[in-house]
């Protein structure tokens, strides 16, 4: 199975995909990203791993940037399109023409906040437990079919970088692992 990963930031859930990809049966056949300023450009050249760049802000329509991003995957044509960490809503006609093939990590048990702020919302409502969703993209934000969800007690001395560092690390080792089922 062939997969290009999507980042905008560290790149952390793209390093544990990159590490596991020998271990699990998928390949990352590239990488993308809207940020040429991402850290996860190094992680990148860490792992021999190209990485095609196109900066969002550099077009003056979203259609610009879509169909500069559409090129892009009909010349690698992944089997899937991996979000990890891309801080960008994915455009309906991607979304469209890439249907059943865009896969998505959020830090929170969806239904519950989608969008940013997940472990702020999830302290400030007193929530019992925590965790990260991984789902299907659909046409609207973080509300596509579920694949799997990883859960944690919150507690009473957790904070946002408490609750973002654990997340983090469910991520980082579940997210290689559900790629290589997806098939």
């Known amino acids: 199975m062939k997969i290009v990963v999507f980042f905008s930031g560290t790149g952390t859930n793209l390093e544990a995909i990159l590490n596991k990809q020998k271990d699990f049966d998928y390949e990352v056949i590239s990488a993308f990203t809207n940020n040429p300023k991402a850290e996860g450009l190094k992680i990148c050249g860490k792992y021999n791993t190209q990485c095609e760049v196109i900066d969002h802000r550099v077009f003056k329509t979203r259609k610009d940037f879509d169909n500069n991003v559409s090129e892009f995957l009909e010349k690698i044509n992944p089997d899937y399109i991996i979000l990890a960490g891309y ?23 969806l239904p519950k906040y989608p969008g940013l702020n997940t472990h702020q919302k999830a302290l400030e409502a007193k929530d019992k437990y925590h965790g990260t969703t991984i789902h299907y993209v659909i046409n609207k934000l973080d509300a596509g079919p579920i694949i799997r969800q990883e859960s944690f007690k919150i507690e009473l001395n957790d904070t946002v970088e408490s609750l973002t560092n654990r997340v983090k690390e469910i991520e980082n080792r579940i997210y290689p692992e559900t790629i290589s089922k997806l098939i």
Not at 97 to 108: A, L, T, V, Y
Request: proline share 4%; no cysteine.
């Open 87 to 109: 801080m960008r809503i994915i455009s309906e006609s991607l979304v469209n023409d890439w249907e059943g093939q865009i896969i998505n990590i959020h830090p929170s048990l």
